[in-house]
């Protein structure tokens, strides 16, 4: 199963609803596209892929929610809508990325309404079948750079859960595996929303490949003591200049590899990479409900005081310097990454 | 209140007990020296310096329990029970600095036995007595290095609860904001037993000094962006060289403040110094029970799938190059360390 498909038999927008795994496997959906936006912001669908394939399908409920009758009233709602789904989760690009694409596609079709609203499913499952082989292109490149008994830490969730199946960095773990290779997987739990411990980890058991979840402060000891041999995560923007914004946490761990000589690998399509930023310090960054810092329990305890308040920013950029390759569907680009990139995504 | 404390009333060894809190507030007093070394195990009591004094105060128990008529029988059995004391935790080593205090001064007594048990609590409760008026000298130094406005980033919890009073880092940021400086305080949320957002958090609340608990992943994020001014924490050991074990993930806080050029400080009293190790690759590093990182939940969810494994090291060791200054209560030691350390241990 798709975690983000069109289900024909429900006539909806489903996905698998990641709030509530592992300790539940249930469908969410959706034949409103502002339950889409809301559903994205409250992250039912999260990671860069899956996000923009949601926001893809969103604007096909828009085309059909839509009761214009000529093709300028139904763009001129399916821009409304784009801004709603745009508006959604403001760091992860593949969100905006998918929605011009339809966009474009959408004011070039010369047809009538009633076919423009078809061809604008078309093109949101176009995207959504792309991503699939995309993430399969990306793990064969990314697969090369593990060797047969390697220990992998790994950040947050960036498999199938995280796309529309198979994964980015998970993916390549993934594949790797189906080569036969060994591989250990240290999953950082990723807080505050545990991607790692909820979702990584029930993904890696699902494929039979050998993990330990780490707190994501252990990542530093276990790579100075010489136990993790790769470090591989998503993104959610790159920068021109080969910035990569990822799941906050991403930049301590790409500095406590580089400070052991460890590499350290985005996995990401090219639908991630922004060349309109030239570095990373112009992606915006979320900061999210403090609530998700505050609220977890152990032993059915609260773990922080009543009245205590959070900061709690979503993701963070880390700098080019500490990234030793970004793998594409289109090849693994190495530093000084401006030409590469351009090349990957040309 | 101090955390550890001999109870007259009760005529035992009394703690706060820093599992139940801040959802309780609740005494563990003990009569029996193995039930504090347990207690110590399983972090009844936690902090260095606490653990230091919890640790005497079980060789005066243990010195009670003795039915040895003899000061050698007498010595024997508080050597017996030392060793079990010491083998409650590894890493820190002021637990084992008091009892080598407490065993010399034993065996340096030349009077009877029901004379010596005497001499070994008072020696417990001058190592109590001496680790708050400690606490306050280091305090004093470290707050100089604090200015008006500063907001610090602070890993695990060094405060009152982690010593008989007062605090180390903890310590210092208290004395700065009785100062009258203007200070904002970033709580690490400290995972896997989440000491920030738990003890820290709830001492901030009561000292009435502003403060945002922050997921662990998002020092680097404040650091990158120039919000965060200084970085304090305690440490559980120091090597002669300057090398310091602390809490897991102080190293990779450490990384984040040095590429921001954010000065990075450890505050101990010199009964953390352990001039019999080199460097900091011989310290032993303690890796507890897995449940510590799989059993936390929210929304009463489980927060891993069933099965799922953990590795847990509970300390990591941050090389010297990327310690600022070191803060004890004879004074603030820079770098290189080697002959400071010396110094303010002589």
Redesign the interface.
């Known amino acids: 199963m798709r975690t983000v498909f069109w289900d024909e038999n429900r006539d909806a927008l489903c996905m698998i609803d990641q709030r ?1 795994l ?2 539940k496997f249930e469908l969410a959906c959706y034949t409103d596209y502002r339950a889409v936006a809301q559903a994205i912001t409250e992250m039912v669908v999260r990671g860069a892929p899956a996000i923009g394939a949601a926001a893809a399908f969103g604007l096909a409920l828009a085309a059909r929610q839509s009761r214009a009758g000529t093709p300028e009233g139904l763009l001129a709602d399916l821009r409304e809508a784009a801004s709603t789904l745009g508006a959604a989760r403001p760091t992860a690009v593949n969100l905006h990325w998918a929605l011009r694409r339809i966009l474009k596609t959408a004011s070039e079709y010369p047809g009538p309404a009633e076919k423009l609203r078809q061809v604008v499913m078309a093109e949101a499952q176009r995207i959504a079948d792309e991503d699939v082989e995309i993430n399969k292109r990306m793990a064969r490149y990314g697969a090369e750079l593990i060797a047969d008994g390697d220990t992998i830490i790994h950040h947050c969730n960036t498999g199938a859960l995280a796309t529309v199946d198979w994964g980015t960095a998970l993916g390549v773990i993934r594949t790797a595996h189906e080569q036969g290779k060994r591989i250990h997987v ?1 999953v950082d ?4 929303r ?1 991607q790692g ?2 979702l990584t ?2 993904e890696l ?1 699902q494929y039979g490949i050998p ?12 790579l ?1 003591t010489g136990q993790a041999h790769k470090v591989f995560f998503g993104a959610d923007r790159v920068a021109a200049n080969g910035d990569v914004a990822n ?3 991403t ?3 790409a ?2 590899a580089r ?1 052991n000589g460890v590499p350290a690998y985005a996995v990401v399509p090219t639908s991630t990479i922004d060349l309109s930023l030239d570095s990373g310090k112009q992606i915006p ?1 979320e900061e999210r409900d ?1 609530a998700e ?21 979503a ?3 880390t700098p080019n310097r500490l990234i030793s390759a970004i793998v594409t569907e289109n090849g693994v680009v190495y530093p000084p990454f401006e030409d590469g990139l351009r090349e990957v995504t040309g």
Chains 1, 2 share one sequence.
Do not use: C, H
């Open positions: 509530l592992p300790a240290l739990e990723t807080r505050p545990l411990s909820r980890a029930w058991q993990f330990d979840i780490i707190s994501d402060n252990a990542a530093g000891y276990f100075r799941k906050i946490g930049y301590m761990l500095l406590a400070d960054i403090p810092v505050l609220n977890i329990r152990r032993d059915g305890q609260p773990l922080s005081p009543p009245g205590a308040t959070a900061r709690n920013p993701f963070d950029v």
